[in-house]
């Protein structure tokens, strides 16, 4: 395989690189501490639901669902994913 736009690609898969995963997983804990924030919007939880939706999104570009489930129910269980 060979690394080309943040994901490492073989003919019959793609996945993210390492660097790539650990952004992921650093967006993840801000995204839950921005949540745990005492005073939260309504307009503020919709937020954070897309930047959530994003994020899933453009990991799901590789084939990261088993990788995706673990960083989210290690660092932000309490989050809809």
């Given at each position: 395989?060979?690394?080309?736009?943040?994901?490492?690609?073989w003919?019959?898969r793609?996945?993210?690189?390492?660097?790539?995963?650990?952004?992921?997983?650093r967006?993840?804990?801000?995204?839950?501490?921005?949540?745990?924030?005492p005073?939260i919007?309504?307009?503020?939880?919709?937020?954070?639901?897309?930047?959530?939706?994003?994020?899933?999104?453009?990991?799901?570009i590789a084939?990261?669902?088993g990788?995706?489930?673990s960083?989210w129910?290690?660092?932000a269980?309490?989050?809809?994913?």
């Amino acid at each position: 395989g060979f690394n080309f736009l943040g994901f490492r690609l073989w003919p019959y898969r793609i996945r993210l690189d390492g660097t790539r995963r650990r952004r992921f997983i650093r967006k993840v804990i801000r995204i839950k501490a921005q949540q745990n924030k005492p005073s939260i919007h309504r307009e503020d939880l919709d937020q954070y639901q897309a930047q959530i939706q994003g994020l899933n999104a453009w990991a799901a570009i590789a084939h990261s669902r088993g990788f995706r489930a673990s960083v989210w129910a290690r660092h932000a269980p309490f989050i809809d994913t």
